[in-house]
């Protein structure tokens, strides 16, 4: 994934995990983006170092359960190689997704209110994510899974209409339209004998794609218009 337009820090810190342990996660069945909240009983600001380390000698997991970390400064750290499966939401949603924790508890407070960086990070990686995995599902922890998580003041509804819209724009940036004009002529007649060719029938290109333009029309313009 690329995360070269994300405009917080992306950090690797290398974490020990043992990936030959860990499923792999191939890129089609990646059905959902699963967001989840730290948890904690206070409001905490855990590395992906130390959930790694929490995951592994407490859990006795492979290593961090989560793809990704976004910290209360915006910061992005990484995690479970996107190619391996999480251990976020059991089966079947671990083999059918990809996941990222904001860091804090949103049962205790409003992000938007107390973090509006974090927020504004976790829907710009949401947007990346879109970009790279077409029709990917994004999903709060509880829609897969009996949970509270992200948290019962997590602004669901308002993350997912920030991420529409900031998607929106940056499908509209990659848009292109392709112009093709036929013809012009100085004598009336011409153009509608091109038009009648036209009206023939549509035309197919060596690629085999077809351009139907049994509908052509003319327009006429004024020489300096």
């Known amino acids: 994934m690329n995360l070269s337009s994300f405009p917080y820090k992306v950090i690797d810190y290398k974490l020990k995990m043992n990936l030959n342990d860990m499923a792999d996660l191939k890129p089609k069945d990646i059905k959902y983006c699963v967001w989840h909240h730290e948890g904690a009983s206070k409001d905490t600001d855990s590395s992906a170092k130390q959930i790694n380390d929490y995951h592994r000698n407490v859990k006795g997991w492979a290593g ?20 391996k499966c999480g251990v ?34 976790a829907v710009r990686l949401a947007v990346i994510v879109s970009l790279t995995y077409p029709g990917i599902k994004h999903v709060p922890h509880r829609d897969l899974h009996p949970s509270e998580c992200p948290g019962k003041l997590f602004p669901w509804k308002e993350f997912i209409r920030e991420h529409d819209i900031l998607l929106n724009k940056e499908k509209s940036k990659n848009s292109i339209l392709y112009c093709v004009q036929v013809g012009a002529f100085a004598i009336r007649d011409n153009a509608l004998r091109l038009r009648d060719k036209f009206k023939a029938g549509p035309i197919t290109f060596s690629t085999g794609e077809k351009m139907d333009l049994t509908d052509a029309f003319i327009i006429e313009k004024k020489p300096g218009s």
């Open 88 to 121: 976020h939401v059991g089966q079947p949603g671990n083999s059918q997704s990809i996941a990222y924790c904001i860091t804090g508890n949103f049962s205790l407070v409003k992000l938007q209110e107390v973090r509006p960086i974090q927020f504004d990070a």
């Open 64 to 83: 961090i359960g989560y793809h990704g970390v976004i910290r209360h400064n915006g910061n992005l750290e990484l995690g479970r190689p996107l190619t």
